[in-house]
Protein backbone atom coordinates (compact mmCIF):
# COMPACT_ATOMS: atom_id res chain seq x y z
CA UNK A 1 0.00 0.00 0.00
CA UNK A 2 1.56 3.46 -0.93
CA UNK A 3 0.55 6.41 1.39
CA UNK A 4 1.11 9.69 -0.17
CA UNK A 5 1.58 12.80 2.47
CA UNK A 6 2.71 16.09 2.95
CA UNK A 7 5.83 16.57 4.63
CA UNK A 8 5.58 18.96 7.39
CA UNK A 9 9.23 18.00 9.36
CA UNK A 10 12.18 17.77 8.22
CA UNK A 11 14.07 14.04 9.66
CA UNK A 12 17.56 12.38 9.34
CA UNK A 13 14.58 9.79 7.28
CA UNK A 14 13.74 12.13 4.99
CA UNK A 15 17.29 13.86 4.82
CA UNK A 16 18.34 10.17 3.96
CA UNK A 17 15.70 9.65 1.37
CA UNK A 18 16.65 12.42 -0.92
CA UNK A 19 20.50 11.28 -0.68
CA UNK A 20 18.81 7.77 -2.18
CA UNK A 21 16.62 9.76 -4.40
CA UNK A 22 18.04 12.61 -5.98
CA UNK A 23 21.22 11.35 -8.05
CA UNK A 24 18.49 8.96 -9.56
CA UNK A 25 16.79 12.10 -10.94
CA UNK A 26 19.90 14.64 -11.15
CA UNK A 27 23.43 13.36 -12.21
CA UNK A 28 24.24 17.11 -11.54
CA UNK A 29 22.20 18.45 -8.27
CA UNK A 30 23.20 17.42 -4.61
CA UNK A 31 20.95 16.27 -2.45
CA UNK A 32 19.84 18.68 -0.55
CA UNK A 33 20.63 19.43 3.33
CA UNK A 34 18.27 19.60 6.29
CA UNK A 35 18.31 23.31 5.78
CA UNK A 36 17.07 23.43 2.20
CA UNK A 37 14.56 20.79 2.89
CA UNK A 38 13.33 22.62 5.61
CA UNK A 39 12.93 25.67 4.03
CA UNK A 40 10.44 23.89 1.13
CA UNK A 41 8.52 22.28 4.26
CA UNK A 42 8.31 25.60 5.55
CA UNK A 43 7.46 27.91 1.67
CA UNK A 44 3.98 28.89 1.43
CA UNK A 45 4.51 28.58 -2.10
CA UNK A 46 5.35 24.56 -2.12
CA UNK A 47 4.26 21.55 -0.97
CA UNK A 48 6.43 18.63 -0.54
CA UNK A 49 5.01 14.94 -1.27
CA UNK A 50 6.16 11.91 -0.30
CA UNK A 51 5.32 8.54 -1.03
CA UNK A 52 5.45 5.68 2.00
CA UNK A 53 5.35 2.26 1.80
CA UNK A 54 3.32 0.14 5.02
CA UNK A 55 6.42 0.32 6.45
CA UNK A 56 7.26 3.80 6.60
CA UNK A 57 9.90 3.69 3.85
CA UNK A 58 10.13 6.40 1.35
CA UNK A 59 9.89 5.41 -1.58
CA UNK A 60 9.76 8.66 -3.82
CA UNK A 61 8.94 12.62 -3.93
CA UNK A 62 7.75 15.10 -5.85
CA UNK A 63 6.91 19.26 -4.86
CA UNK A 64 4.47 21.11 -6.01
CA UNK A 65 4.79 24.84 -6.37
CA UNK A 66 1.79 27.17 -6.32
CA UNK A 67 1.85 31.20 -6.72
CA UNK A 68 -0.37 33.68 -7.53
CA UNK A 69 0.68 35.62 -10.53
CA UNK A 70 -2.06 38.48 -12.38
CA UNK A 71 -3.62 36.03 -14.46
CA UNK A 72 -4.64 33.44 -11.98
CA UNK A 73 -3.25 31.13 -9.29
CA UNK A 74 -0.72 28.42 -11.29
CA UNK A 75 0.80 25.42 -10.06
CA UNK A 76 3.74 23.45 -11.17
CA UNK A 77 4.64 19.88 -10.36
CA UNK A 78 8.79 19.69 -10.07
CA UNK A 79 11.17 17.09 -9.56
CA UNK A 80 9.19 14.07 -9.43
CA UNK A 81 11.69 10.97 -8.61
CA UNK A 82 10.67 7.60 -7.75
CA UNK A 83 12.98 5.21 -6.13
CA UNK A 84 14.34 2.51 -8.87
CA UNK A 85 13.16 -0.38 -6.64
CA UNK A 86 9.78 0.84 -6.20
CA UNK A 87 9.06 1.76 -10.20
CA UNK A 88 6.20 0.41 -11.91
CA UNK A 89 4.05 -0.04 -8.66
CA UNK A 90 1.96 3.01 -9.04
CA UNK A 91 4.15 5.56 -6.87
CA UNK A 92 4.45 8.14 -9.91
CA UNK A 93 0.91 7.97 -10.64
CA UNK A 94 -0.29 8.47 -6.73
CA UNK A 95 2.03 11.34 -6.40
CA UNK A 96 0.74 12.89 -9.15
CA UNK A 97 -2.77 12.64 -8.32
CA UNK A 98 -2.50 13.97 -5.03
CA UNK A 99 -1.02 16.90 -6.52
CA UNK A 100 -3.78 17.17 -8.75
CA UNK A 101 -6.19 17.23 -6.20
CA UNK A 102 -4.16 19.54 -3.72
CA UNK A 103 -3.95 22.31 -7.00
CA UNK A 104 -7.83 22.27 -7.82
CA UNK A 105 -8.42 22.37 -3.87
CA UNK A 106 -6.48 25.66 -3.83
CA UNK A 107 -7.94 26.92 -7.21
CA UNK A 108 -5.55 26.43 -10.06
CA UNK A 109 -7.23 25.84 -13.22
CA UNK A 110 -4.11 24.31 -14.92
CA UNK A 111 -1.03 22.23 -13.50
CA UNK A 112 1.99 22.33 -15.21
CA UNK A 113 5.28 20.02 -15.67
CA UNK A 114 8.52 19.36 -17.76
CA UNK A 115 9.39 16.23 -18.47
CA UNK A 116 12.63 15.11 -20.79
CA UNK A 117 12.33 13.17 -23.53
CA UNK A 118 14.52 10.07 -22.00
CA UNK A 119 11.57 9.71 -19.74
CA UNK A 120 9.67 7.39 -21.57
CA UNK A 121 7.62 5.74 -18.63
CA UNK A 122 7.24 9.19 -17.19
CA UNK A 123 5.97 10.58 -19.96
CA UNK A 124 3.32 7.65 -20.74
CA UNK A 125 2.08 7.98 -17.05
CA UNK A 126 1.66 11.77 -17.67
CA UNK A 127 -0.30 11.32 -20.37
CA UNK A 128 -2.26 8.41 -19.16
CA UNK A 129 -3.27 11.13 -16.21
CA UNK A 130 -4.52 13.64 -18.65
CA UNK A 131 -1.48 15.96 -19.15
CA UNK A 132 -1.57 17.00 -22.42
CA UNK A 133 1.80 17.97 -24.62
CA UNK A 134 1.64 21.92 -25.26
CA UNK A 135 3.16 23.42 -28.22
CA UNK A 136 5.43 25.97 -26.31
CA UNK A 137 9.14 26.92 -26.16
CA UNK A 138 10.16 26.49 -22.90
CA UNK A 139 13.84 28.97 -22.27
CA UNK A 140 16.24 28.60 -19.75
CA UNK A 141 19.17 31.39 -17.98
CA UNK A 142 22.10 29.66 -16.13
CA UNK A 143 23.85 32.02 -14.23
CA UNK A 144 27.37 31.61 -13.98
CA UNK A 145 27.77 30.10 -17.34
Known sequence: MITISEATEVDDALV???VVLIPQLSRSSPPPTAAILQAIVDSE???LLIATNSDGAILGSMTLAMFRIPTGLRAWIEDVVV???ARGQG???ALNVEALKIAEAA???TVDLTSRPS???ANRLYQRIGFVERDTNIYRYTFGS
Open 107 to 109: GCR
Open 91 to 93: VGR
Open 45 to 47: AST
Open 119 to 121: REA
Open 16 to 18: QAF
Open 83 to 85: DEA
